[in-house]
């Protein structure tokens, strides 16, 4: 697993950060934000682009594809794997997101308006498209098997690992570097979610504005980053002795048909993808255990996903733990999947669930065990993340504790 959050620059540092109910939410750096009713986001803290790519790729490249290039070359690490011409036609990467390159976008208008359209960069145009993260990872590591990108919006990660889960199923791939990368905390996307009335505008405190499932919650808040795992045929990781973290068991993928941006009452898109998931992993609902939430900090999904989440679980939603890391590292939109499918997993590997802090006042309406404020020490052996994106995507991971 590799990851660059606003929690920190590893999985590590991501990991111990949210365990300690760290907040990696701030002020905007990256634009002047005067004239914007939100000010405050989950930028990157302390992130050297050089350390995984030249000063030439830097230069050229939107920073969503240099996030994922850093959390790839950290997930092949950490699985301890190498890509060569042995295994490369067999070896694929799906990368989703939810905007691309936006801030490349935004800059080269502003380049036509002051220069003209000749000073446009030529890298402006690949650099900017969704597909280049994925691209730019097979050609830095020579995955020459499946390629893709799920755009699902703020499902797009967890299609992404999805998907590539169904690839390596269906044998058509041995190994495969899924996730998201996002990079969008730009003048336009926050002066556009700012008109939706999407974003918190709690800015006075910005560690404590991303509140899920709290009664004084008023929306999401921004973040940055990537989150990219490596899935490998269960024959393949054991005959070269990796690591095994967890399973992937279960995906669930489903549409609401209902609205561009709302969830509609009672989720039932969302309930229904998490019941496709189980299905799909042969479980039960008595079976999981914890689950990450989508969890946004706004009114209606965290009203509407609790409902969902009753709706699948009856009277075991009383005994699930259901939390809310973006409570500490914002709404990483297309990344956001990728993220949250590492703390599930990671939950199952070190038997800790993470927090969900600023859960000061709780919603009457949002009543179930979403452990506050602190981590919990207890082990795990089933975990369930959820997204819920624009457009009614909705896309559920389960993973499992791997038994030989």
């Known amino acids: 697993m590799g990851a660059v959050t606003p929690c920190g620059n590893s999985v590590q540092e991501t990991w111990q950060g949210v365990c300690a109910g760290l907040s990696g939410i701030g002020n905007i750096t990256k634009f002047d934000t005067t004239d914007f009713k939100t000010k405050i986001a989950g930028e990157l803290k302390r992130f050297d682009p050089l350390q995984f790519a030249t000063k030439s790729e830097v230069r050229r490249l939107d920073d969503f594809i240099i ?24 070896s694929g990467v799906i990368i989703g997101t939810a905007i691309g390159g936006i801030s490349t976008i935004e800059k080269e208008k502003e380049t036509i308006m002051r220069e003209g359209p000749r000073k446009i960069s030529p890298f402006s145009a690949p650099s900017c498209l969704p597909n280049l993260a994925a691209g730019y990872v097979s050609i830095r590591h020579g995955l020459k098997g499946p390629i893709n990108c799920a755009v699902t919006a703020c499902a797009a990660g967890t299609d992404s690992i999805g998907g590539a889960f169904r690839l390596i199923a269906d044998g058509y791939a041995d190994v495969m570097i899924a996730g998201g990368a996002e990079a969008a905390i730009t003048p336009l996307t926050v002066g556009g979610f700012n008109v939706m009335r999407a974003l918190s505008t709690h800015n006075d405190e910005p560690e404590k504005a991303s509140r899920p499932f709290d009664r004084d919650r008023n929306g999401l808040v921004l973040g940055e980053g990537s989150g990219l795992v490596v899935l490998e045929a269960l024959p393949v990781a054991l005959n070269r002795g990796a690591k095994i973290y967890a399973e992937v068991v279960g995906y669930g993928s489903t549409s609401d048909a209902f609205h561009m941006a709302a969830p509609p009452p009672g989720h039932e898109g969302a309930a229904r993808c998490m019941a496709v998931a189980l299905k799909d992993a042969g479980m039960r609902p008595e079976d999981i255990e914890y689950i990450n939430a989508h969890g946004t900090s706004t009114q209606l999904n965290d009203l509407y996903e609790t409902q969902a989440v009753k709706r699948v679980f009856g009277e075991h939603s009383r005994s699930l733990a259901v939390g809310s890391t973006k409570s ?77």
């Open 67 to 90: 996030y994922a290039v850093a959390a790839s070359v950290m997930a092949l690490e950490d699985a301890g794997l190498s890509i060569d011409a042995g295994n490369g036609e067999r």
């Open 328 to 404: 500490m590292t914002g709404h990483l939109l297309g990344a956001a999947g990728g993220i949250e499918a590492i703390f599930a997993v990671k939950s199952i590997d070190d038997g800790i669930i993470p927090p969900t802090i600023n859960l000061d006042h709780p919603d009457p309406e949002c009543d179930l065990d979403y452990v506050p404020h602190t981590a919990r020490i207890v082990p795990v052996h089933t975990a369930m993340s959820c997204t819920f994106g624009f457009g009614g995507a909705n896309a559920v991971l389960i993973f499992k504790q791997f038994e030989d």
